[in-house]
């Protein structure tokens, strides 16, 4: 998997947006880029996940641009709630390496929302 | 649904002592992996399964051994638990090996002492 780098503490007021960015300069063709969420005393949840452009959920926005080479997860108007570890990740969902790709994270960001 | 079940929950080892934790997932997955969670540390990988019958280490498999005992099921193992296993361990599957869209249990929280 290619390694990303993130950073690794965010703080925000509630009520603002939030964009959290990931590097990921030696992104594969077949690579897609997934966003997880991680919330004190709970396993890590699947937020978004895209492969160039923008997508959007109910949850968050995922921004791509042309070159790949970096991904930016963006949080609209957040809560307290929203206080979580994010996690970056770049792989290939497996199409394309037989199935055996390790699914590996690193630190994340760990964004504090403040009232 | 339940998705990905954990147990135990909780558990307090004394050095030395063996433990299995245990993993089941519903959701017809052909992949399973165990991570390890430590402050400040992220997730790490302890070994995967990535469909029934097989088995592969990841970044920190040593003083762990794992079993695929069917589909549904990953169990790992702490044969000799030492203090530096204390840490949350996390199950998760996934449709495939390599599927960045996983999906992981609540959790347990292991504490050797």
């Known amino acids: 998997l290619a390694k990303t780098t993130q950073p690794i503490s965010m703080d925000s007021y509630e009520g603002q947006e939030v964009n959290i960015t990931c590097s990921h300069n030696?992104?594969?063709?077949?690579?897609?880029i997934t966003w997880y969420q991680q919330f004190p005393s709970q396993g890590p949840r699947f937020i978004i996940q895209?492969?160039?452009t923008k997508v959007t959920n109910e949850v968050a926005s995922l921004f791509i641009p042309a070159d790949r080479k970096s991904s930016t997860l963006s949080l609209p108007r957040v809560s307290l709630s929203d206080t979580a570890v994010y996690y970056c990740?770049?792989?290939?969902?497996?199409?394309?390496?037989?199935?055996?790709?390790?699914?590996?994270f690193g630190i994340g960001t760990k964004l504090q929302v403040i009232p | 649904n339940a998705g990905v079940t954990q147990t135990p929950k909780f558990q307090v080892l004394k050095t030395g002592q063996s433990m299995t934790l245990q993993c089941a997932q519903d959701?017809?997955?052909?992949?399973m992996y165990w991570y390890r969670q430590d402050p400040g540390m992220g997730l790490r990988l302890i070994y995967y399964?990535?469909?029934?019958?097989?088995?592969d280490k990841g970044e920190v498999p040593n003083g762990y051994n794992v079993s695929r005992l069917n589909k549904r099921e990953f169990s790992l193992r702490l044969e000799s638990a030492a203090p530096s296993q204390t840490s949350v361990y996390f199950c998760?599957?996934?449709?495939?090996?390599?599927?960045?869209?996983?999906?992981f249990g609540q959790g347990t929280r292991l504490t050797v002492v």
């Open positions: 998760a599957s996934s449709t495939r090996g390599g599927d960045t869209e996983a999906f």
């Open positions: 030696n992104i594969a063709t077949n690579d897609y």
């Open positions: 895209g492969y160039k």
């Open positions: 990740l770049v792989g290939d969902k497996g199409l394309n390496s037989g199935g055996y790709q390790k699914v590996t």
């Open positions: 959701m017809n997955h052909n992949s």
């Open positions: 399964s990535a469909s029934e019958g097989t088995t």
